[in-house]
């Protein structure tokens, strides 16, 4: 077990509840390059040693399959990339809010995409977390009609229901040495899960501060 899937079920870990909404599609994704330049925070895909990013997208929906993002993708020769942007408003010691976006590429650029609106909080520690809403999601072929992984895997991109979607999104980081915003950073290593539902219907996967729909991660 890596220490990218150890990440992942230590953000499962800190989830509680089920959710009464039906889950379409799901993913997941470890070692993000997380940086902050005194007022946004961006993470990106990255295989840089340190941090070599993996992951996968999952159609839940009826034909479920799986879009693999094995370790080193963001160094091969396809499309496939990760990029989350949020700002950070409205600091205090252990709060903030924030708004943004993320967009997922596959090998041969389809995307997912869709608007984050939730809050930052921290336990102390170094630890930073972003809990939120998942809004105006849009899968937009722009290859063909199937989200491709780059390591493998496919499914098709016509989900049940009508776009836009909607769903809730968990963020993670962990840094000893670091505070709640109080400086800049980069090369910090991010944690993501999100779940998409059909709307309405996020608000029934948030708990109190987190995400309550299990994922199950594939483990290579």
């Known amino acids: 077990m890596n220490k990218g899937i150890i990440s992942t079920a230590m953000v499962v870990a800190l989830m509680a509840g089920s959710a009464s909404a039906d889950v379409i599609m799901s993913f997941g994704f470890t070692d993000l390059n997380g940086s902050y330049d005194g007022t946004g925070f961006s993470a990106v895909a990255v295989d840089s040693g340190a941090l070599s990013t993996t992951g996968d997208v999952t159609r839940l ?7 693999d993002f094995n370790t080193g993708f963001a160094s091969g020769l396809t499309a496939a990339d990760v990029s989350i942007s949020i700002d950070v408003t409205n600091l205090t010691a252990t709060t903030a809010d924030g708004m943004g976006s993320f967009v997922i590429t596959d090998a041969d650029g389809d995307t997912i995409a869709g608007d984050l609106d939730g809050v930052w909080t921290t336990m102390g520690f170094g630890s930073i977390f972003f809990t939120g809403l998942i809004g105006n999601v849009q899968l ?19 989900l049940p229901g009508e776009a836009p979607y909607e769903g809730a999104f968990v963020q993670l980081s962990i840094d000893t040495s670091g505070g709640f915003f109080s400086s800049e950073f980069t090369g910090r290593s991010i944690q993501v899960v999100g779940e998409i539902v059909p709307t309405p219907g ?12 299990i994922r199950r991660r594939r483990r290579n």
């Open 140 to 158: 937009t072929a722009n290859a063909n009609n199937t989200f491709d992984g780059p390591s493998g895997g496919s499914f098709d991109m016509n």
């Open 202 to 213: 996020s608000l029934a996967l948030l708990g109190a501060g987190g995400l309550v729909g």
């Open 61 to 67: 929906a009826n034909p479920g399959a799986t879009a």
